[in-house]
């Protein structure tokens, strides 16, 4: 059976503990993977440290040019990682495409980085006094990342960490760690050094050791909302800079005016595309009236009876399977938990047969209509191909419904009034917001992240934000008085003009 290791300074190591990795569409286990621990960590840190002094010392010229070449590697091998993320993740070939494009991206924003550590001058702020600040890398940073996105949440964290200058230490999803693994090493391809960028393979010892080791000076985490908040903590008590992005619960509310076939097409894609499991899914519709969610579920419900299912790694799919069996059957208990507490299930995806794939996790599509805030298929991430509709009867409530949700990834409103539009996007409480828009995922030159319980610290990922995150900022004044001038002892607070 196939073995993904770890990739440490240039090396493949393995383990003497593995996990499983499956194949969504078939059930079976396809390869194991190293199962990491303090040691590995530690080698790593290692590799990273010794690495470090050189390439902070790069020119940042010289460094986006690793990142043009790796950017035309990714886009050489698109084929072939595709096939890896769509076989172990379960998503289609062409969504993992996708993905790897929106990944892409933020390597073409990398290549900026020259620019965008251009540090801030004033010239004359005191007697023969200049100031100037610049943004220097911190060190040895890590990022761990969730089984949903193994390429594209990867990209958006270390093409721009190592662009300032960083060493970074990845920690991908034990569920689908093949590609992650596949990407790092274009690195190399495209002529980094060794040791700037690792990966470190493995669950809960592996992200601790990562977490508590003081030579790692910030965490990017992405992945669900418990765990985001525990290596929240405990990254900051150890004293680092943490960013942690969490699940959610996106909400898109439909106005009376909509154009409802347009909705409910962009809907489809938004509630199903990748089974719903995409932090930025759609998975409540906020219906205003009555003949609103009538109209919506009377358009959806066809479409969802022909979602073309099946193994993601055919072509021509809408849909493929749930990434282990364990989250099939937490979406199934969900679904089994809305009819309990009495939503109306409309269409019901629980019997799916892929015909020669008996063994694969699939769930068809689901619509519960009459859904209300008490219950839980409301108040949880499904991370599922299943959509509630929620009816209200005002815009106003629509809005407090959404601002009381604990997630505020993102949200989108669909209508033709732009009054309500500029109304809507004013007061939600979410982080991403989409008019007509119902996937409002920024691109690379615009920073992503939720607010409320989507997301612990203060910068958001990629984007400006991410060069922030990355670097420090240093303020250096400094005096070059002219030959004549000779300075006295100043025993006031120096102030401006002095
Ligand atoms: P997860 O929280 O189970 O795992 C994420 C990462 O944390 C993985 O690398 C995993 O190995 C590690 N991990 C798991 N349990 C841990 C523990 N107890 N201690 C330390 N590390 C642990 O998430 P997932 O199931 O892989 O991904 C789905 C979740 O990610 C959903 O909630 C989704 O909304 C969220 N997500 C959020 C965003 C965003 O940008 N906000 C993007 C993608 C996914």
Not at 48 to 69: E, G, H, L, N, S
Not at 144 to 151: D, R
Not at 470 to 478: C, E, G, I, L, P
């Amino acid at each position: 059976m196939e073995y993904v290791s770890h990739w440490i300074n240039g090396q493949d190591l393995e383990s003497s503990r593995t996990l499983p990795v499956t194949n969504p569409a078939t059930g079976a286990t396809i390869r194991q993977v190293a199962e990491g621990d303090a040691t590995t960590v530690q080698a790593a840190i290692e590799a990273a440290k010794a690495a470090f002094p050189a390439w902070r010392d790069t020119p940042p010229a010289k460094r986006a040019q690793v990142m043009y070449r790796f950017k035309a590697l990714l886009e050489r091998d698109a084929e072939r990682l595709v096939q890896l993320i769509s076989e172990e993740h379960g998503k289609t070939v062409e969504d993992a495409m996708g993905e790897l494009k929106r990944g892409i991206e933020n390597v073409e924003y990398a290549c900026g980085v020259p620019e965008l550590l251009k540090g801030e001058y004033s010239h004359n702020v005191g007697p023969s006094i200049d100031a100037f600040s610049n943004f220097q890398p911190l060190g040895v940073v890590a990022g761990i990342t969730p089984f949903n996105f193994p390429a594209m949440v990867p990209l958006w964290m270390y093409p721009m960490a190592i662009a300032c200058g960083n060493a970074f230490i990845l920690k991908p999803s034990e569920k689908d760690p093949s590609a992650a693994v596949a990407v790092a090493k274009l690195l190399e391809e495209a002529g980094l050094p060794q040791g700037i960028m690792s990966v470190v393979q493995g669950g809960r010892e592996t992200v601790e050791a990562l977490l508590d080791a003081p030579d790692v000076k910030a965490i990017s985490f992405v992945g669900s909302t418990p765990i985001a908040e525990t290596i929240y903590r405990r990254g900051a008590e150890s004293g680092k800079r943490v960013q942690a992005l969490g699940g959610a619960k996106n909400h898109a509310i439909v106005l009376p005016d909509a154009d409802i076939d347009n909705a409910a097409n962009t809907l489809m894609g938004a509630a199903f595309g990748s089974a719903g499991e995409r932090c930025m899914a759609i998975s409540v519709a906020v219906c205003v009236g009555d003949d609103t969610a009538d109209r919506l579920i009377e358009a959806m419900t066809p479409k969802i009876a022909a979602l073309k299912i099946g193994p993601g790694t055919d072509k021509g799919l809408d849909m493929g399977a749930l990434v282990t069996a364990q989250h099939r059957d937490k979406v199934l208990g969900y679904i089994e938990k809305g009819i309990q507490e009495g939503a109306d299930l409309v269409a019901d995806g629980r019997d799916l047969v892929v015909p020669g794939h008996e063994d694969g996790f699939f769930v068809g599509g689901c619509l519960f209509d009459r859904v209300t805030p008490q219950m839980t298929i409301y108040a949880e991430e499904i991370f599922g191909p299943v959509l509630c509709v929620v009816r209200v009867s005002s815009l106003d409530e629509a809005i407090d419904l959404t601002n009381a949700h604990e997630y505020g990834n993102g949200t989108c409103l669909f209508t033709r009034d732009g009054e309500a539009a500029r109304r809507f996007t004013d007061a939600i409480e979410v982080g991403m917001v989409g008019i007509n828009v119902p996937l409002p995922v920024p691109v690379a030159s615009h920073s992503f992240g939720g607010w409320k319980r989507s997301l612990f610290g203060d910068l958001h990922a990629y984007g400006p934000d991410a060069v922030r995150f990355y670097t420090r900022r240093k303020a250096v004044s400094q005096r070059w008085p002219s030959s004549f001038e000779t300075a006295k002892a100043e025993f006031n607070f120096p102030s401006g003009g002095q």
